[in-house]
């Protein structure tokens, strides 16, 4: 039973446009939230988290909503660059201090010039 | 800079073999450590919590008789895949767990068993 979904596998947008990264999660018990970058035979690259009592962080070209009523997190990226293209995994972090992460199937960004 | 670095980065061995993964943390001393796997096009999957000093802590369907997981020191984890079959061919990560916003992932191990 997947606790982090990522429902779209694969993403393809144009240099300069927005990419929005979709993650859903069932478990209302999570309380942290937070987004890798992940190249080929690399381990993962953090790169923006979330607290369940916010609604958006921001750094840089990054945003990260949370809507969590609706369990969903998405993972704003503007512009896209050529460089951001990647595998984006969505994870989150049970509460009482729990390092332990559940991580999404993951989507591939693919930024075309 | 890396935080973290895992050793070695690819290995082939045969089928009965066993194989040693390190994990080192460079610029924490991290009590806790992480273990993951991954398969291809999916997620990466938590294995073990390695703590140091102690036994780690295996998750559910992970046979810790198979992967043995050492973490003697503040600074090195290591995880030992026995007597390795081509299905335990894959891509092996661990993080260190000082950060507790955050967990810095090392470079990753590709294992392939023949």
């Known amino acids: 039973d997947q606790q982090v979904k990522q429902n779209s596998p694969s993403l393809s947008v144009q240099e300069g446009r927005i990419s929005i990264l979709n993650c859903d999660y069932t478990?209302?018990?999570?309380?942290?939230f937070l987004w890798y970058k992940k190249y080929p035979a690399e381990g993962p690259t953090f790169l923006i988290s979330i607290s369940s009592i916010k609604d958006k962080n921001e750094d840089g070209r990054f945003t990260v909503f949370l809507n969590k009523s609706a369990k969903h997190l998405s993972l704003h990226i503007v512009p896209s660059q050529p460089g951001d293209s990647a595998v984006y995994f969505c994870?989150?972090?049970?509460?009482?201090?729990?390092?332990?992460?559940?991580f999404g199937k993951g989507t591939k960004l693919t930024v075309n010039p | 800079g890396a935080v973290v670095s895992q050793h070695p980065s690819w290995v082939i061995c045969k089928s009965g073999t066993s194989v040693k993964i390190e994990c080192r943390s460079l610029?924490?001393?991290?009590?806790?450590m992480f273990w993951y796997r991954q398969f291809p096009k999916q997620s990466l999957m938590l294995m073990a919590t390695?703590?140091?000093?102690?036994?780690?802590?295996?998750e559910q369907g992970v046979e810790k008789d198979k992967f043995l997981i050492n973490h003697a020191s503040l600074t090195l984890s290591t995880l030992t895949v026995t007597s390795a079959h081509p299905e335990d061919s894959s891509f092996y990560i661990c993080s260190e767990g000082f950060s507790t916003d955050t967990q810095y992932f090392g470079p990753g191990t590709r294992l392939t068993v023949l």
């Open positions: 478990n209302s018990m999570f309380d942290y």
């Open positions: 610029d924490f001393q991290a009590t806790t």
């Open positions: 390695s703590n140091e000093g102690s036994k780690a802590t295996y």
């Open positions: 994870a989150a972090r049970g509460q009482g201090g729990s390092e332990k992460l559940v």
